[in-house]
């Protein structure tokens, strides 16, 4: 820390809010370029935000000393996305007790039962798939997503319903940067995925469903803050939906997966060869290249100076995921498609921030980014070497103002047939 204080960069202006709704992933990155800084002063909702870029500013992000993220999260996205109590909003020992509880569940075994039980799930579209004239993969990858978070994590699901909720796990999801109509679809959405698995939990709790006891829905029906009381009801409903939604959400990358095959063939032919470690390079390069969660926030514990910088107690502070991920300093040619950069990568944990910074058991980094990497390579694996299908004509662009983004067409596929034939 430096004792000698400097003027942050300043953005003119009363209020960028609509700036920030109308320029997307690239808010943070305009202003950093615009000011030639990695620290950027602007005006958010009414309220000062001092926007940061780069691996220093991620590292400090994550200092627990210095941020806490209990009440960061705008209701609006409280009340669509991440749901109230949850996990995302505790600091402290309260947030390491909460976490272990999701990272108990990460265990190699579980980790490659969701594996095969995802590509159980994948096989079983093919039939269908060959009776139609074509299949959105969105869609598909979403609902694949849903039946597999659900088996997995112990969660009875009607086959009637499966539709239905897939889609409200991504009704959930595509809320974070929307307004009117978005929204509230979302905000619904989530009140009903709520009803639902509250109705589970009480059932594990009064023991007429009785799920395996490594499950999510038994751990977290049991699971017990550091004053030895269960969860409430609502609070457990909450994390068990913050381990089945992020799986659906997963559906995103994979879209993104099969547009990286689809407009840079000579990197399939690597995948096609059957080599395991390129295919992880090509997904981890995928989480790095497309734009999923553009930004992060948290507010300053006290005042103090960083770079000679000074930051105020309760300042929010947003951390600029999409532009660490593409920042000239830490990435060569940043902005090309290149998985062969993580051959030998040994990069720090803040310089690639796809998923949060940090440390997973001390910090803030999502608990299940390891689920994301293996169910994005086995879902690869089967549109690699279990499918055969043509990409017509279509709307594959994607905007960058749109949070979160994803290709227009939603990626359609036709001509599917089953590589076994």
Same mark, same amino acid.
């Given at each position: 820390?430096?004792? +000698? ?33 990695? /620290? ?76 095969? /039980? +995802? ?100 751990? /977290? ?6 004053? !030895? ?17 992020? /799986? ?25 060869? !059957? ?39 309760? +300042? ?106």
């Amino acid at each position: 820390m430096s004792s +000698t204080t400097k003027q942050l960069p300043k953005e003119k202006g009363i209020d960028h809010t609509l700036a920030l709704l109308n320029e997307g992933y690239r808010f943070v990155l305009n202003r950093r370029e615009k000011k030639d800084s990695d /620290i950027v002063q602007t005006r958010l909702l009414g309220q000062k935000v001092i926007l940061i870029s780069g691996e220093d500013a991620a590292e400090l992000f994550y200092d627990e000393d210095l941020f806490k993220r209990k009440n960061v999260a705008p209701k609006r996205v409280e009340k669509s996305l991440f749901g109230e109590n949850g996990v995302q909003g505790l600091d402290d020992e309260e947030h390491k007790h909460r976490k272990l509880m999701f990272l108990s569940l990460m265990t190699p075994e579980r980790l490659k039962d969701i594996e095969k /039980i +995802t590509m159980k799930h994948w096989k079983a579209k093919l039939p269908d798939w060959k009776m139609k004239n074509q299949v959105v993969l969105f869609d598909e990858a979403e609902e694949v997503m849903c039946r597999s978070a659900c088996e997995w994590a112990g969660v009875p699901i009607e086959e009637e319903m499966v539709e239905q909720r897939a889609q409200e796990f991504g009704f959930m999801i595509d809320a974070f940067g929307g307004v009117g109509e978005r929204y509230q679809r979302g905000k619904k959405a989530r009140q009903s995925s709520e009803k639902w698995i509250e109705g589970i939990i009480k059932q594990i709790r009064s023991k007429k469903l009785q799920p395996p006891e490594n499950t999510a829905a038994y751990v /977290i029906a049991n699971h017990r803050d550091r004053k !030895g009381k269960l969860l409430n009801t609502h609070t457990a409903a909450v994390e068990l939906i913050n381990i089945l939604r992020p /799986i659906v959400a997963i559906g995103r990358y994979v879209v993104f997966g099969a547009l990286a095959m689809h407009d840079y063939p000579e990197e399939t032919e690597k995948l096609r060869a !059957g080599d395991g470690n390129y295919n992880r390079m090509f997904v981890q390069e995928i989480r790095r290249y497309y734009p999923f969660t553009p930004l992060l926030g948290a507010n300053a514990r006290k005042d103090f100076t960083w770079k000679g910088y000074p930051f105020k107690k309760n +300042t929010l502070v947003m951390l600029d995921v999409y532009g660490i991920n593409h920042h000239p300093d830490l990435w060569d040619r940043p902005n090309e498609f290149r998985p062969e950069r993580f051959k030998e990568w040994e990069g720090s944990p803040f310089a690639f921030v796809p998923q949060g910074g940090g440390d997973h058991y001390m910090g803030h980094r999502c608990a299940g980014e390891w689920i994301t990497i293996m169910l994005m390579q086995v879902s690869l694996e089967f549109l690699i070497n279990h499918v055969e299908y043509e990409v017509p004509e279509q709307e594959l662009e994607y905007s960058m103002e749109r949070m979160p983004t994803i290709p227009k067409s939603r990626f359609i596929m036709n001509q599917i047939q089953s590589t076994a034939e």
